[in-house]
């Protein structure tokens, strides 16, 4: 599975900021692109398995959709 992730310089701090604009507030950054980049995947699997664990909660029904 592929998401669009935005990747911008951090002017005040240095380094990089990334965040995934489908999935909200998942934000990372790293020193490098590459660092900015592995720490954004490691946020997006963080995500999608907290938002898993929460559905499983509520005991929600879960659909794939094709598009």
């Known amino acids: 599975m592929y998401y669009k992730v935005i ?7 240095g ?3 990334a965040y995934c604009p489908t999935l909200r507030g998942c934000v990372s950054e790293g020193e490098t692109v590459e660092e900015a980049l592995k ?7 963080g995500y999608l398995f907290v938002l898993e ?3 499983k909660r509520k005991d929600a ?3 794939k959709v094709a598009f």
């Open 53 to 55: 664990e929460e559905l």
């Open 7 to 13: 990747l911008e310089p951090d002017i005040e701090s």
């Open 39 to 45: 720490n954004i995947k490691k946020a997006i699997k």
């Open 15 to 17: 380094g990089y900021v």
């Open 61 to 63: 029904k879960v659909y």
